[in-house]
């Protein structure tokens, strides 16, 4: 049975106006779910977050800045909920990879691990395949500024959505940090034996010089998503 991504290389110039009816319809599925018909579909027995419990560093000179940093692989949803395999994650409860249950239950994670009342002043994700529709919108609303690259052959394009493209996201909360500069970065591909191919590999980084409100010097912040082989070495 052909994807529907196979499906739409065999249109001409179908693939690009239906990726933007697609990410519309996620747009507006997340922003008025009432009128999708949406609501409401997630049953109530589902399982909430894991507890987790915490060891606190040492604390830093008293006269230090602090910041907190979260690091996050969300779980591309082209690579689980929009796979018709599901990603292999079929002992999971199958509504618990829709998209609409994880999107909300990630940005609910992100906000309720806090330092002096205050959620992170960074967070860095990977496997995001929902940036603009999603996570920047929200994360905008709760005081956060972010930037994206996305890999350039994304596996999540060979799924049921070929609209969704994941990659990574860096995100910072403006009124505490302000950005400098930042740069994005395609990893070269290598051979075994570690010498350069001369390709590029589908591995990217963001990299940001950020200002901490009452530091002396800037702060450099990168997130990265490398490769590693599906076996215990990796």
Same mark, same amino acid.
């Given at each position: 049975?052909?994807?529907?991504?196979?499906?739409?290389?065999?249109?001409? @110039?179908?693939?690009?106006?239906?990726?933007?009816?697609?990410?519309?319809?996620?747009?507006?599925?997340?922003?008025?779910?009432?009128? #999708?018909?949406?609501?409401?579909?997630?049953?109530?027995?589902?399982?909430?977050?894991?507890?987790?419990?915490?060891?606190?560093?040492?604390?830093?000179?008293?006269? +230090?800045?602090?910041?907190?940093? /979260?690091?996050?692989?969300?779980? +591309?949803? @082209?690579?689980?909920? /929009?796979?018709?395999?599901?990603?292999?994650?079929? %002992?999971?409860?199958?509504?618990?990879?829709?998209?609409?249950?994880?999107?909300?239950?990630?940005?609910?994670?992100?906000? *309720?691990?806090?330092?002096? @009342?205050?959620?992170?002043?960074?967070?860095?994700?990977?496997?995001?395949?929902?940036?603009?529709?999603?996570? %920047?919108?929200?994360? *905008? #609303?709760?005081?956060?500024?972010?930037?994206?690259?996305?890999?350039?052959?994304?596996?999540?394009?060979?799924?049921?959505?070929?609209?969704?493209?994941?990659?990574?996201?860096?995100?910072?909360?403006?009124?505490?940090?302000?950005?400098?500069?930042?740069?994005?970065?395609?990893?070269?591909?290598?051979?075994?034996?570690?010498?350069?191919?001369?390709?590029?590999?589908?591995?990217?980084?963001?990299?940001?010089?950020?200002?901490?409100?009452?530091?002396?010097?800037?702060?450099? /912040? +990168?997130?990265?998503?490398?490769?590693?082989?599906?076996?215990? %070495?990796?």
């Amino acid at each position: 049975r052909e994807s529907m991504g196979q499906l739409l290389s065999l249109v001409p @110039g179908c693939s690009r106006f239906v990726g933007f009816v697609l990410r519309a319809f996620r747009y507006f599925r997340f922003h008025f779910p009432s009128a #999708s018909g949406l609501e409401g579909g997630i049953p109530d027995n589902l399982p909430g977050l894991y507890d987790r419990s915490w060891l606190l560093a040492p604390g830093p000179h008293p006269q +230090a800045v602090w910041i907190t940093v /979260m690091q996050f692989n969300t779980l +591309a949803d @082209g690579l689980c909920g /929009m796979d018709s395999k599901k990603g292999g994650f079929t %002992e999971s409860p199958l509504e618990s990879l829709d998209w609409k249950f994880r999107g909300q239950k990630i940005i609910e994670e992100t906000q *309720r691990h806090k330092v002096n @009342g205050r959620p992170p002043d960074i967070i860095a994700m990977q496997e995001v395949d929902h940036f603009f529709d999603f996570f %920047e919108p929200t994360l *905008r #609303s709760l005081g956060y500024e972010g930037r994206f690259i996305s890999k350039p052959n994304s596996p999540c394009r060979r799924g049921l959505d070929p609209s969704l493209s994941d990659g990574c996201a860096l995100f910072w909360r403006t009124d505490s940090i302000s950005l400098v500069n930042y740069s994005t970065l395609n990893f070269d591909r290598l051979n075994p034996d570690g010498s350069a191919t001369g390709s590029k590999s589908n591995q990217v980084a963001i990299l940001a010089t950020l200002q901490v409100a009452g530091a002396a010097s800037p702060t450099l /912040m +990168a997130v990265a998503h490398l490769a590693a082989p599906k076996t215990a %070495e990796g």
